[in-house]
């Protein structure tokens, strides 16, 4: 397929709000895919060339890629800059097309296979002289590239492609493609959640269907989705829900998966990206390159972002596990081992940095409690129940100090869980996880298998709650300073796949963090309202953003609002938070792991 009938697709996507629509849309695009393109597309839908965890960035800032097509104005006789252009349209895709469209007509288009190895050329650029040669790189790419084509390679590049597709979009869309309706969604769902590699099962799906992904399973090094956890509004209504629970201390860190194993890289080789990746110099030993004791050691977080290097001392610790291969779930968290106190989870996010790590590390030590088991020596555990994957962990960490197996005690009764919940309360924590000793692990879904059970303040929400950030406001008196005084925060709505408002939040936030929080806005700036938004006109914040960043806040009550989004139905009005307070800027979430509108309802009906 041409990259330019892929722009037409795209064009469609972003010309339609409906999500049945574009689900449509991407079933039809499907379609006229081979299986490799089919790979690549998905990529590119949600704005990457490769899976999360693969650590590959383009590196080109607005700067750079507005000097690239500066170039190709200048070669064309065109008057008018790229960075008037970009600085009337705020879009650099428009300016990319616009350039194009007055540049001299060339060749005959490029294939969808060319534009990805052209990407790709730019991405593996590294080194000295890498801007001079990147630039070459992506003129080169450009001046091949219709209108159309230019506007959506742009975006790429700058990594704000931003069609409002989701991943479960495009999961809902393959099924379509090949079944006619989503029958087969579950499974397909339940393959991306072991492989975190979207085209590589949209790829597999459509060449082999459903008995394709069977074969699909954990392979060490490769993210797996994280389960989550549902809530209740008290010990009794837990222990409700099971005969007995296993219960373990909830932390306020950062969730880290660590893969120990020596797998072939030859299991890659039929993945699309593996070809460019496997070929670079600087990682000649495969995507496994680093070895602590002849073991392969990686680690990933809830984004499945790789945080491998960020965390060098659970690095060697997990190399000298006696194991071959395993893949535990943990959560990373500061711990001071004088006085035996946990570090706010802003302290540990100070771990999270690609620069001065040594330094991070002797200011904020860090230490892994190890809660889950989900692979063992070349064998998938997930389809084991709780109590047996737990009842393993103490032979593996055995008395390592950094990676630690986290406690879990046996409750038969509301009494017993509310005695283990204080004694973690007194202890500095969150409060505490409640398992059902028989489920099985189920990489990426909520559910009452785990339910969590936090402390309450008084005056406060038993729960803080994870909204993601749609825009702000510019503020007014000093805030006006800092061009921000307020943020439009939303809840997602699974039901519609939207981001629904439920908060304005301007307090609990120093001058210091407005400044940062601007900065943070400013790069995901739009200049419209992003796809899969819903918020009244009341309430439109003077700069959109695209929903990106999730933040924790805390509130003292829900209430009813006629003006928020969040649960309003036709005869309903929606939820709003009185007095929220910002209590965590960022967290290592993905907009659709934030609170849900469900969390709300039940939450507002506890409150009665």
């Known amino acids: 397929m041409k990259f330019k009938e892929l722009g037409g697709f795209f064009e469609k996507i972003e010309a339609t709000a409906s999500r049945l629509e574009m689900t449509d849309i991407l079933a ?8 490799e393109e089919s790979a690549i597309v998905s990529y590119l839908l949600v704005g990457r060339v490769v899976p999360m965890f693969v650590p590959v960035e383009f590196n080109v800032a607005n700067k750079l890629l507005l000097k690239v097509l500066d170039g190709i104005r200048i070669s064309a006789g065109l008057r008018k800059s790229a960075k008037d252009i970009f600085n009337e349209s705020g879009d650099l895709g428009l300016v990319a097309s616009e350039l194009m469209g007055k540049a001299v007509s060339r060749g005959k288009g490029m294939s969808i296979k060319e534009v990805y190895d052209s990407l790709w050329g730019v991405a593996l650029v590294e080194g000295v002289g890498s801007v001079d040669i990147r630039n070459q790189k992506m003129h080169k790419l450009f001046v091949g590239l219709s209108p159309v084509e230019a506007k959506y390679v742009a975006r790429i590049l700058a990594q704000k492609l931003r069609l409002g597709c989701s991943s479960k979009t495009v999961l809902d869309a393959v099924s379509v493609a090949i079944k006619g309706d989503k029958s ?3 499974e397909i769902e339940r393959a991306y959640g072991v492989s975190s590699d979207l085209g590589h099962v949209v790829s597999l799906y459509l060449k082999k269907g459903i008995s394709g992904l069977r074969s699909v399973d954990i392979i060490p090094g490769v993210p797996v989705a994280s389960m989550l956890v549902e809530r209740e509004k008290d010990a009794e209504s837990i222990m409700n829900r099971f005969p007995e629970a296993i219960v373990q201390p909830k932390f306020d860190g950062l969730r880290c998966q660590i893969h120990i194993g020596k797998e072939s890289n030859n299991l890659f080789e039929n ?8 070929k670079r110099e600087s990682d000649q030993q495969g995507m496994f390159a680093d070895s602590i004791k002849e073991k392969r050691v990686r680690l990933f977080s809830r984004n499945l972002e790789d945080m491998t290097d960020m965390f060098p001392e659970v690095v060697d610790a997990a190399g000298k596990l006696k194991v071959e291969s395993a893949v535990l779930d943990s959560e990373v968290i500061g711990y001071d081992d004088s006085t035996g106190e946990f570090s706010p989870f802003q302290e540990t996010m100070i771990r999270k940095r690609k620069y001065d790590i040594k330094g991070a590390a002797e200011r904020v030590p860090v230490k892994a409690f190890v809660f889950d088991l989900l ?5 998938t555990l997930m389809h084991e129940g709780n109590q047996e994957r737990i009842g393993t962990l103490s032979d593996i960490v055995g008395k390592e ?10 409750v038969e009764s509301a009494k017993g869980l509310e005695e283990i919940f204080q004694q973690n309360i007194s ?3 969150e409060g505490v996880i409640i398992k059902d000793p028989n489920s ?3 990489p990426g879904k909520r559910g009452f298998d785990w339910i969590k059970m936090k402390r309450a303040f008084e005056g406060h929400l038993a729960d803080s709650i994870d909204i993601v950030i749609l825009g702000y406001y510019f503020g007014r008196g000093r805030q006006a300073d800092f061009g921000i005084g307020a943020l439009l925060g939303a809840v997602y709505d699974s039901s519609s796949d939207e981001f629904v408002s439920i908060a304005k939040v301007g307090t609990g936030i120093t001058d210091d963090q407005w400044r940062e929080i601007k900065k943070d806005l400013d790069d995901i700036k739009s200049n419209s309202k992003p796809k899969r938004v819903n918020v009244e006109k009341s309430l439109v914040p003077d700069q959109w953003v695209y929903p990106q960043i ?9 209430t009813k609002s006629p003006i928020h989004t969040a649960g309003a139905g036709r005869d309903e009005t929606g939820f709003a938070l009185r007095f929220p307070r910002l209590k965590v800027w960022k967290r290592d979430k993905q907009p659709e792991d934030a609170t849900s509108v469900k969390e709300i309802t039940e939450m507002y009906d506890e409150q009665k």
């Open 28 to 35: 039809d695009l499907y379609g006229h895919c081979s299986s």
């Open 184 to 186: 087969d969604r579950d």
């Open 271 to 278: 993945r699309v990206w593996w070809k460019y990746w496997g």
């Open 375 to 379: 692979y063992l020596n070349g064998r």
């Open 401 to 410: 100090d950094t990676i630690i197996e986290s406690s879990s005690y046996k």
């Open 427 to 429: 202890q500095g924590l």
């Open 440 to 442: 099985y692990y189920k």
């Open 550 to 558: 999730v933040s924790t806040i805390e509130a003292d009550e829900i």
